[in-house]
C-alpha cells in the first residue's frame, strides 16, 4: 500500500468539500432570488472557490465550494442531468465513488465529468434512491429533484458527519448547511427550550433538534422524502449499526484484522492529487492514523498539533516525538487564545448554544492547517468505535457481573466480599461500584457530569420561566431505549454515536474546518471498521478494564511501547485557570448584573453563586460558566441584536 499526493487516481478524486441551501415553495410562489443569495452567502467559508444558483419557478437551489483540485466546469453545481429532469446540490466525498461510476458505466451509462457528484445522480437515476443510498460510502447532505416523479430528497451521511438544517412547514421548505443563513431568511423563530435544557447539561444540543422550534436536522442515515406539488413528505431510515453475532477471533487474530482494516479506511481518504496532513495529539487514536499513513506516503507527511503554554495540557513532546520517529513535516501551534475577542465569533459561526470548549483549540488548529494543506485526517471517532472512555470499561464489568449465574443470596456475599477485599487493597475490583452501575437509571449511563446535574438546574431555572428542566433526561433515556446490543457495553457504544459524538465532536470538527475552508477527513468513522469492531468481543476491547485494549496494542507496535502506561487526556486547555483568573473580571461583567441577559430565564442569584464557588475556588464549575456565558452571547447576538 503507497500513498501519495500525486497518485494515480487523481483524474477520479472527489474533488470538492462545499455548502447547500435551497427554497421550495408549495402553494405556487416563485423563489426570491435575494432569499436564496443571502444563504448562500452564509456558507462562503465552507466555498470559497466558487458558488452556483439555478431556480426554476418555485424551487431554487444553492452551492458553495472549496475545490480540491482545479475543476472543469462539469463539476459545477447545482448540477442537472442533459434533459434537466433532475438537479442536485451535494456537500460531502463518496469514497468509493470510482467503483459506483465503473458500474455506472457498464450498464451503460455516459459521463460527462469525473465528479463524484454526478455518480450521485447517474447512480440515482440507474438504482433509484434507496439502492443507491445502499451503495454510497462516504461523509456526505445532499438534496436531489426529480422533476418527472415530482419529489426531491435529502439524505445525510450514516454517522451525521455532515450537517443539514431543515425548516419545512405546510407553506414552504428552506435547508442548509449551516444554521446562521437560516436565521436571516426565515420568519421569527422561536427558542427551543427544550434543546437548552439539554444544552445546559451537556454543553451541546440534542439532534434532530436545534435551538429553534421551526428548524431540524436530517437524522443520520435517513433520508426525507418530499411531494413536490403537496409538500407532504416522510423521513426513513436507510441505514443502522448492525448488532451481528460475535466473530470468533483471538485478540491476535483481531488484531490483524484491526490494522488491515484502519490502513484500508485511511486509504480511502488519501486518493487523490492533494497534499495531505493530519492532526496529532499525544494520543493513540491521531498517533495511529499519522504513522500508518507516514509508513505508506511518499514524501513527507505534513502534521499538525497544539499545545498550550500551561505544563499539564501540552502534549507537544508527545506529539513531536512521533513525528521525529516518522520523519514528517511537523507544524506545532502554541495556543494563546484571545477568548474575549474570540467569543463572539465562535458563536456567531456557530448559531446556537455550543460550550464544548475545545472548540477554541480545534479552530485554531484548522486555522493553521489550512495555510498549508486543504485535506487532513483525524482521530475522531477512535473512543466511540473501540471503547476508549472510562464509562465503556464500567459497562463491561457490569454485564458480567449481570452474567454471573448465582443466587441473589450468594451473589450479594460475593460483593460484599469484593468490597472488603478493595478496601483492604487485596483487589483492583470494586464489585460495590459494578453493582451500583449495573443497577443505574439507564439515562445516568450517557450523562457526561460536565454540565449542570438534575438538582443544580431545578435551583437554576426560574420557577416560571419556560425551561423543560426534565428534558435532557428524557431525551438520553429515548436514545438508550432506542440504542442496540447485547447487554449494556453493546448499548452504551451505540447511544454514544447519537450523543456525544453526533451532538458534540463531529458538530466541533465540522464547523472549526469548514469556517477555515479546510476538509476533514476520520478513517475511524468508516462504515465497514464500524460494523466490524462491533463484531468484535467486548472481552477483546476492553481486556482486563483497559479501554480501548485493540487500538492501544497497535498503538504498541506503530506509535509507542509503552502506551498502555499513560493515562487518557482529552483536547483540552487550561480554561478553568484562565476563568478564575486572566477572565475573572470578564465573567463577572457578563454574569452578574447587568451584563447577564438571560436572567429572565435563569436565576441571577443562582449564577452569581456558580461564579463565586468558581472564582473562590470551593467548587470547579468551569464548564458550567462557559456554558452560561455562551448562552449569554448568543441571546445577545440572536435575540438581542
Partial sequence: MVCSSRSAFALYLPQYMCGIAGIFHFKGQSVDPNQLSLLQQHLHHRGPNAGGTWIKDNIGLAHRRLSIVDLAETGNQPMLTEDGALVLVFNGEIYNYRELRHALVAKGNHFRGSSDTEVLLIGYRQWGIQNLLNRIEGMFAFVLVDHREKIAFAARDRFGKKPLYSALNQDSWYFSSELPGLNKVLPKLTPDFQALDYYLTELSVPQPQTIWKEVQQIRPGHCLELQLETGDYQEFPFWSLSTAERLDLSPEEALEALEEKLKKAIVKRTIGDVPIGTFLSGGVDSGLVTSLLAQHTIGKLDTFSVGFDYETYNELPLARALAQRYDTNHHEIVVEADIIKMMPQLVAHMGEPFADSSLIPSWLVCQEIAGKVKVALSGDGGDEVFGGYHEYGWAHQADLFLSRKQAPL??????????????????????????????????????????????????????????????????????????????????????????????????????????????????????????????????????????????????????????????????????????????????QEQLIGDGLLIGDWLKPQAVQQVVDEHLKGTQDHTNRIWALLCLNEWRRQYLHP
Avoid at 543 to 557: E, F, I, R
Fill in 410 to 587: 450468594a451473589k450479594a456475599g460475593s460483593v460484599l466480599i469484593g468490597k472488603g477485599l478493595h478496601r483492604l487493597g487485596l483487589s483492583a475490583e470494586n464489585p460495590g461500584n459494578t453493582q451500583t452501575y449495573a443497577e443505574m437509571p439507564d439515562a445516568l449511563r450517557l450523562y457526561r457530569q460536565m454540565g449542570f446535574h438534575p438538582e443544580q438546574k431545578t435551583n437554576l431555572y426560574q420557577s416560571d420561566g419556560p425551561f423543560s428542566p426534565h428534558f435532557a433526561a428524557q431525551h438520553l433515556s429515548q436514545v438508550w431505549n432506542c440504542a442496540q446490543g447485547h447487554g449494556i457495553a453493546d448499548k452504551l457504544f451505540t447511544a454514544s454515536l447519537k450523543t456525544r459524538l453526533l451532538n458534540d465532536y463531529l458538530v466541533k470538527v465540522d464547523r472549526s474546518s469548514m469556517a477555515h475552508s479546510l476538509e476533514v477527513r476520520s478513517p475511524f468513522l468508516d462504515v465497514e471498521l464500524m460494523e466490524w469492531s462491533r463484531q468484535v468481543d467486548n472481552r477483546i476491547h476492553l481486556h482486563k478494564g483497559t479501554p480501548k485494549y485493540l487500538l492501544k496494542k497497535l498503538a504498541q507496535k506503530h506509535v509507542d511501547p509503552e502506551i498502555l502506561k499513560r493515562k487518557k487526556q482529552g483536547f483540552g486547555m487550561p480554561l478553568h485557570h484562565w476563568l478564575r483568573h486572566d477572565l475573572k473580571t470578564f465573567v
